[in-house]
Each structure stands twice: as C-alpha cells, then as structure tokens.
T-cell receptor
C-alpha cells in the first residue's frame, strides 16, 4: 500500500461549476477525514467517516458540500456551485483509530476562477 | 467550540540552539497530536500523546502533554536545518476527529 492517494492533484474550475474529488485511504483504515487548508493556516475539519458512516460534519460546512464513502473504502467530496472562497487545498486522511496519528494524502488543490 | 492556539506562529532559530513550541487548547481532551508539514507537501504524523504527563521523543524533538493545564509542548534540542518546516498541534475532539492549531513555521539558520 502506497499510502493515502487523492485525485486529482489540481483542479481549476469556473465559479458556479460542480467539482468532485476522490480519496483512497490506506486499505485497512476504517477512519477517514476530510480537511481544508488555506495558505498559512492549519487544516480545518470538514467531515469524518467511520467505515461507511458519516459520523460528523462541520457546522461551518455549507449545504453545497457533500461527502460519501460507499462500502467504507474510497471517499468522494463534492462541492456544488463553487465559489471563489472555496479555493483551498482539500486534504484527506485516514487512520486505524483515534489513538493513532492519521496519514494524510497529498491533497487536491482547488482554484475557483 | 474547541480552540487550539499555538505560539509562536513564526520561529527563526540558529542551528545548535534549543527552543519550545507551545500548544494551548480550550476544552478537555485526552488526545494530542503533533504533525510536520514541509512546503508544498502534506502532513506527517510525529507524535500522539494520550495521557496526562505523556512524553515522547524522536531524535531532536520531544513532545509532552499536561491535560490539566490543557498544554502541550514540542521541544527542539540542538536544532539542525533539516528541522525547518511548519509544525502543527491537533487536539482530539468529539471522540472522532482532530482540530488543528494555526501552525508554527520554523526556520533553522546556519
């Protein structure tokens, strides 16, 4: 296993378009997280899955954001009607349990023009 | 809502010197994580601290946790250039996720 992989690495989209990102976690990891990071800031929590169940979602997250993890394996994050403020690095991470550090992917850099 | 504060936010230090980064958090938690991020790269897990008084060391870095004071420290001993990076603390929240501080950008100069 080569770690957490994310696709695409970069995405440029026009305002108002929908985008979808994919995350493939480390295969035996049941916990999966999505974070958003802007320049000079720490990662901001978006949502968390344990297996296929979405157990937590940030209250700061608008209804334009949705995430799924069918079958408890890969996950997708969709942003509808993108806005310029959505431009950021979107990070996916996975872990075996809360007592262990998470493994982060390389991220998807989204630019909304 | 949990608040996580790191200081300093920027740290420039000379090789061979020692320094400490501080991480304060606002609500009770029993998990504290430290991560490293190099420019343009993703985050790498350094330490996981799970109990009051926990101390972990790896090379020139040592992390500790005081849950009563809601404080964790990352101590750097005899800094070398390779330690230049941004260091984040993250606090366990709601039994599930981690909430990150703003990060400390460390530059080690010869």
């Amino acid at each position: 296993d080569t770690g957490v992989s994310q696709d695409p690495r970069h995405k440029i989209t026009k305002r108002g378009q929908n985008v979808t990102f994919r995350c493939d976690p480390i295969s035996e990891h049941n916990r999966l997280y999505w974070y958003r990071q802007t320049l000079g800031q720490g990662p901001e929590f978006l949502t968390y899955f344990q297996n296929e169940a979405q157990l937590e979602k940030s209250r700061l997250l608008s209804d334009r954001f949705s995430a799924e993890r069918p079958k408890g394996s890969f996950s997708t994050l969709e942003i509808q009607r993108t806005e310029q403020g959505d431009s950021a690095m979107y990070l996916c991470a996975s872990s075996l349990g809360w007592g262990m550090g998470a493994f982060f992917g390389q991220g998807t850099r989204l630019t909304v023009v | 809502e949990l608040k996580v504060e790191q200081n300093p936010l920027f740290l420039s230090m000379q090789e061979g010197k020692n320094y400490t980064i501080y991480c304060n958090y606002s609500t009770t938690s029993d998990r504290l994580y430290w991560y490293r991020q190099d420019p343009g790269k993703s985050l790498e897990s350094l330490f996981v601290l799970l109990s009051n008084g926990a101390v972990k060391q790896e090379g020139r870095l040592m992390a500790s946790l005081d849950t009563k004071a809601r404080l964790s420290t990352l101590h750097i001993t005899a800094a070398v250039h390779d330690l230049s990076a941004t260091y984040f603390c993250a606090v366990g929240y709601n039994n599930n996720d981690m909430r990150f501080g703003a990060g400390t950008r460390l530059t080690v100069k010869p």
